[in-house]
């Protein structure tokens, strides 16, 4: 992150206490924080196709036969992946504090708490796999691309949360001064959280409304 | 207009058409088309087409001059400020927002309004117990039938003159656009639904249309022609449509239509009354009075028929129909045949 | 006016030198694989897209040439349907954008007082990505293979069933693969803006052509997810037999084209805002002022951007859908004229208030004037759902995007060739054969596009790889086709007028303009640096102002020097106060692994070859870890408490 040494330095010299010290955020917090724009926008465009093909489609949603979605393993789902941003609030303080253990522990924690929403995806496609695919019709499409692409985000979040963890156990990677990877891993990690939610409510929830 | 195009629809010309008039007759097409011959939307003869004319003639002169008031303004810069002209500092804020905004705006506001009035006229649909067309778009051809008709026809469209029509618009594959300009701005055929649009013609004669959303490999000859007749003529014709293809009267035509029935052509095609019940290609019962072959790829003639038969695919390389294997010897008469069903 | 500060004697010549140490390339092949100079990537981006301009204006030549008579043989229809299919993707997706951000790539940084882009070894992978792309679209065509539905390629024709071969799938997955860069160039130029602009140049004293970047780039953050999503739904309908466009499985054809044109609609934008962006940069060189309004033209910039995205269904008046979201959509395009007339306005009032200097930069700028007001003309009557339903689809509407894509981008492209070109390349272009190559491309262009108003209006349709002689389009037809070759031979003296500077021009002063921006307050070509002095900025017209360039000079402090390393400043976000020195990083070869794993991954999806692709993502991944892995610390420069 940034060079809070030359900062406190800055800070205390003569220009400094007679102007307002600027805090602006750095170069990779924006590229993050635009990078998860784009790929809200891209969720957006997904979730709005859905309810585009649902109401062109007609008033039998899901179509042909399909039962409505059963809500207990992706409320389990949801159980496992929100909270599991905790963790990485958690260790996103620590090390701001300097605090490594407190960052290994809450990173090993997500790690976890993501592997078994991976891991409930799987049973759920495993349950859903019987009755329809991705090529039945429409709704399995939808159903199998949209949760399927959120599978692969967490996958990819997993992976930045699990190379975190690796630079972290490594040492001489991240401290008080320089967690900026960890802070841009958080937000894309807040963001696949975020997404579920609106992925419980399109696929889940709002075929029983 | 006066195209010749227009002559071919008539039926009383038709029955006493001499065979080798039509090259001649596209020659002369050729020619009238430098001297107003296209299916210009600018020379409507529809009541839909005719209101967009209106629309684009006004547009036309706001265009002129307000392009006209850039250029004088370009020229006066281009005149008055090189050389030794002396920069002025200003910053002609009101300048630029009334030149730039405000006026642009009413102008804007007022030829909306106009718009809209002229959206709401294409989207009067015709009555209830109006006339109506079912087309269906296929790659590439256009099938044609009637509410009251038990047959059908292919890239030719007849209406009543003066009536309104309504147009009922259904794809076979993939997106089409129907299109007359003369006649009525497009509508697309949207797969997986219904579109409708209507036309009414304000004078009889023939409208070239074509397929205005690209289709595929043969999307340039994808045209068709709407006749507008009168009533009579066309309550005539909508009677043949209904009624069995005409029979052979001749030998020649005889050992055509066995030569069609026994052949491939019985396979995809139609001519109604005989038994020949193929749906891939056009219904061909009333192939001889058409105004063209493929939709508008080659004129209807002889010489065209007979070489689309033996390999259309050289005509409109990429169409559904396989080169025939047909004899040389029995082609004149399958020609002979095919050119009697009128 | 100006100063060149590579003279000023505020910077020592050991500054001077170990700048030149920290920053140089050496001229190797090893540097030209690992380069992270946004200058060479910008000029790199210039003679790509420029390179695939020519492929795609050959393409719109031979299309000519089998127009010019009706029933030609000269391709097959099929040929022609990848030809024209190809131009116009190719146009809009290999040429026009990343042109744009070849221009954006090598100014933004010097039109701010930048030492480098935001995210150097980013910038290097997005060109890697966008050439990779580019060849692997263009590489299809030789095989027959190449995309074939038209550049926006409505569902279902672009489905399996309809057209088998790869012909789509080259399309879908090209379009996916050139995303990664036009995402990642624009994520760039936003952060390079917000977060590197030298001190003092607060949000208004940036320059208009950055505005216009930047908006750009914000469109394209949001407009690009929907091409993307529908590329991918194309791609798993085409290969996995999803039945997202397929209506005999419930999915919906109309879906393609909403999500298309949310994109494509912001997309005309994305092409068309920073070309007037280059003109209002070029403008104040040859009126001898600032632009007139600049609040008001960065207003109109900012409300493009949003309006843009209200617009698209403009683009389906003739699909049936209800008359009361026609009014609606009507009303939003009919708006959007507004802000570009008032960016023409003010151009107008800058040239008539200032003192024209007619060099060949002023004449592609006179010709956009002209060309681009005859498209806003067309443009404004396609929002008018009734006429828009006459005359979309026919050739009055390729008369009209021709106008608005060629005079509102390609002009001032030129006109920023014809500018820059001492800048990028410190030499001096030939005027006579500028002059030249400007009367037969505008002439060349008008010939061209003028009659297709015509033949559009007389009804013919677009698309059509050949048309019959009744209609009695031929003459018209023949006319543009002439056309087109004066407009080929117009941009053949261009390209003959860049060589020849570069091979023969005269050496280029700093300032051989003696412009308003930055750009002009240093050496031509720059230093790999490009600034000795960070300026620190005092007015909207820098280079003109005495106070900036005392900053540069007499005025030029240590902490703007920044010589003991490869560092430049960040300044905050809106009022540009300077925070802290940052170390810039050095050339790499990871961007070119990363973009060439790419292009296995995709290449290995058009060719079903799926464990390739596995393997190529792991590579991916590994390259992106080892890119971004943090080098090893000491605790105490850290900051561990335990």
Redesign the interface.
């Given at each position: 992150m940034t060079d809070r040494g030359g900062v406190v330095a800055a800070a205390t010299g003569v220009a400094a206490l007679t102007t307002e010290e600027p805090v602006g955020r750095p170069t990779g917090w924006w590229g993050m924080v635009l990078f998860v724009a784009t790929e809200a926008t891209l969720f957006a465009c997904l979730l709005g196709s859905y309810f585009y093909l649902r109401f062109q489609f007609g008033p039998q949603w899901p179509p042909g036969g399909v039962d409505k979605p059963k809500l207990l393993i992706p409320l389990l789902m949801t159980a496992v992946l929100v909270p599991s941003s905790l963790p990485v609030i958690w260790a996103e303080h620590g090390i701001r504090r300097g605090r490594r253990g407190r960052l290994r522990a809450g990173l090993a924690a997500t790690l976890v708490l993501g592997l078994g929403f991976l891991a409930l995806l799987a049973v759920e496609y495993a349950e859903n796999l019987k009755h329809f695919t991705m090529t039945t019709d429409v709704y399995g499409s939808l159903f199998y691309l949209i949760t399927g692409f959120h599978g692969l985000h967490v996958l990819v979040g997993l992976t930045m949360i699990g190379w975190l963890l690796a630079a972290s156990l490594r040492g001489g990677s991240f401290g008080s001064h320089r967690h900026e990877r960890v802070r841009n891993a958080a937000i894309y990690w807040h963001f696949v959280d975020t997404v579920w939610v609106a992925i419980l409510f399109t696929i889940y929830l709002s075929p029983r409304l | 207009m006066k195209t010749t195009?227009e002559t071919t629809s008539r039926p009383a010309w038709r029955q006493r058409r001499p065979r080798s008039v039509l090259p001649l007759l596209?020659g002369l097409?050729?020619l009238?088309?430098?001297?107003?011959?296209?299916?210009?939307?600018?020379n409507p003869a529809g009541t839909g087409?005719a209101?967009?004319s209106g629309?684009?003639w006004l547009?036309f002169w706001i265009?002129v001059a307000?392009?006209a008031e850039?250029?004088a303004?370009?020229a006066?810069?281009?005149v008055f400020?090189?050389?030794?002209?002396?920069?002025?500092?200003?910053?002609?804020?009101r300048?630029?927002?009334i030149?730039?905004?405000g006026l642009?705006?009413i102008i804007?506001v007022a030829?909306?309004g106009?718009?809209?009035r002229?959206?709401?006229?294409?989207?009067a649909s015709p009555g209830r117990d109006a006339l109506t067309v079912e087309v269906t778009g296929h790659?590439w051809w256009w099938e044609v039938r009637y509410a009251g008709a038990s047959g059908a026809t292919a890239n030719e469209i007849h209406i009543p003159v003066g009536e309104r029509v309504r147009v009922r618009l259904r794809t076979d594959?993939?997106?089409h656009?129907f299109?007359v300009?003369?006649l009525m701005?497009?509508?697309?055929l949207?797969?997986?639904?219904t579109?409708?649009t209507w036309l009414e013609a304000r004078r009889d004669g023939s409208y070239?249309g074509?397929?205005?959303?690209?289709?595929?490999?043969?999307?340039?000859h994808m045209a068709f022609l709407v006749v507008a007749e009168p009533r009579a003529d066309f309550d005539a014709w909508l009677a043949r449509l209904d009624a069995p293809a005409r029979a052979p009267r001749t030998e020649a035509e005889r050992r055509g239509q066995q030569t069609f029935a026994q052949g491939t052509c019985a396979a995809c095609h139609t001519v109604r009354g005989t038994g020949v019940q193929g749906r891939v290609g056009p219904d061909l019962s009333n192939v001889g009075s058409r105004w063209s072959i493929g939709a508008?790829a080659v004129p209807n003639d002889a010489g065209h028929l007979g070489g689309w038969i033996a390999n259309s695919q050289t005509v409109k390389?990429?169409n559904a129909m396989p080169p025939q294997p047909v004899d040389a010897a029995r082609l004149p008469d399958l020609i002979t045949y095919l050119r009697s069903l009128e | 006016m100006s100063t060149t500060t590579s003279t000023a004697p505020a910077v020592g010549r050991d500054d001077l030198a170990r700048l030149a140490e920290h920053w140089a390339e050496p001229r190797s092949l090893r540097s030209w694989f690992t380069t992270v100079d946004h200058k060479r990537i910008g000029r790199r981006y210039l003679v790509t897209a420029a390179f695939f301009f020519v492929l795609a204006g050959l393409s719109a030549l031979v299309m000519r040439t089998q127009l010019a008579r009706p029933e030609s043989g000269v391709v097959?229809?099929?040929e022609y349907?990848q030809l024209f299919t190809m131009h116009g993707t190719a146009m809009i997706f290999l040429f026009a954008t990343p042109m744009l951000f070849g221009f954006g790539n090598f100014l933004v940084p010097l039109m701010i007082g930048s030492r480098d882009m935001a995210f150097p070894r980013l910038n290097a992978f997005g060109y890697w990505v966008f050439l990779f792309a580019g060849l692997f679209m263009w590489a299809s065509l030789p095989f027959g293979a190449a995309p074939n539905?038209?550049w926006f390629a409505?569902?279902?024709?672009n489905q399996v069933q309809?057209?088998p071969g790869l012909h789509m799938d080259v399309y879908a997955l090209g379009l996916l693969f050139l995303g990664i860069s036009t995402t990642s160039g624009a994520i760039n130029f936003i952060v390079t803006a917000l977060k590197l602009r030298a001190p003092g140049m607060s949000l208004n004293r940036v320059p208009l052509f950055v505005w216009a970047i930047v908006a750009t780039a914000f469109m394209v953050i949001f407009a690009l997810p929907a091409l993307n999503a529908d590329n991918a739904m194309l791609f798993f309908d085409r290969r996995f037999g999803t039945h997202f466009f397929d209506?005999?499985g419930g999915g919906?054809?109309?879906l393609w084209q909403h999500l298309f044109w949310i994109f494509g609609h912001p997309d005309v934008y994305i092409i068309v805002l920073p070309a007037l962006g280059i003109v209002s940069a070029v403008l104040p060189a040859f009126?001898?002022?600032g632009v007139?309004?600049y609040s008001?033209i960065v207003l109109s910039i900012v409300a493009i951007a949003i309006i843009s995205f209200g617009v698209w269904v403009h683009h389906m008046f003739?699909?049936?859908l209800p008359?009361l979201s026609?009014?609606f959509f009507?009303?939003a395009s009919?708006?959007i004229?507004?802000p570009s007339?008032?960016?023409?306005?003010?151009w107008?009032?800058t040239?008539?208030?200032?003192?024209?200097v007619?060099r060949v930069p002023l004449l592609f700028v006179?010709g956009f004037?002209?060309t681009f007001?005859?498209g806003g003309?067309t443009g404004?009557?396609f929002?008018?759902?009734?006429?828009d339903?006459?005359?979309?689809?026919?050739y009055f509407v390729v008369a009209h995007f021709h106008y608005v894509l060629i005079g509102g981008a390609v002009f001032p492209m030129l006109a920023g060739i014809y500018y820059w070109l001492p800048k990028i390349t410190g030499r001096m272009y030939h005027e006579g054969l500028g002059r030249w190559a400007f009367w037969l491309a505008f002439t060349g262009m008008h010939v061209t596009f003028f009659p297709m108003h015509l033949t559009g209006?007389?009804?013919m349709?677009?698309?059509?790889?050949?048309?019959?002689?009744?209609?009695?389009?031929?003459?018209w037809n023949l006319v543009s086709t002439v056309g087109s070759y004066l407009l080929a031979l117009g941009l053949l003296l261009v390209l003959v007028g860049v060589v020849h500077a570069v091979r023969r021009g005269r050496p280029a002063p700093a300032d051989p303009w003696e412009g308003d921006s930055l750009e002009w307050s240093t050496a031509s070509p720059p230093e790999p640096y490009n600034f000795p002095v960070i300026p620190r900025v005092r007015s909207l017209h820098p280079t003109w102002d005495a106070r900036t360039a005392e900053s540069t000079t007499t005025g030029a402090t240590a902490d703007r020097v920044l010589s003991d390393g490869r560092r430049t400043l960040f300044t905050s976000e809106l009022d540009a106060r300077t925070e802290r020195a940052v170390a810039m990083p050095e050339p790499s070869y990871k961007p070119l692994v990363l973009a060439g794993a790419l292009l296995v991954f995709f290449t290995a999806m058009l060719l079903a070859a799926y464990p390739i692709a596995v393997v190529a993502v792991l590579v991916v991944a590994a390259t992106i870890a080892a890119w971004l892995w943090p080098p090893r610390r000491p605790d105490e420069e850290l900051g561990v408490a335990s």
């Open positions: - | 195009a596209y097409l050729l009238a088309g430098c001297s107003g011959g296209s299916p210009s939307a600018l087409a209101r967009v629309l684009w547009l265009s307000v392009f850039v250029m303004l370009l006066w810069a281009l400020r090189r050389g030794a002209a002396r920069v002025r500092h200003g910053q002609p804020l300048f630029v927002t030149a730039g905004a642009p705006f804007l030829v909306y106009v718009g809209l002229d959206l709401a006229a294409l989207g790659k594959d993939v997106l656009s299109w300009p003369q701005p497009k509508t697309d949207i797969a997986g639904e579109r409708e070239r074509q397929c205005a959303e690209y289709c595929g490999t043969q999307h340039a508008g390389p990429g | 097959s229809p099929q349907n539905n038209g409505y569902a279902p024709l309809h057209n209506p005999s919906n054809v109309l009126t001898r002022r007139v309004a008001l003739a699909t049936g008359q026609y009014s009507s009303a009919t708006v004229t507004i007339g008032i960016q023409i306005f003010a107008l009032a040239m008539l208030l200032g003192r024209l007619s006179i004037i002209v007001v005859l003309f404004a009557m929002a008018l759902t009734a006429f339903q006459q005359v979309t689809d026919s209006l007389f009804g349709p677009r698309r059509v790889y050949t048309y019959r002689s009744e209609p009695g389009w031929d003459g």
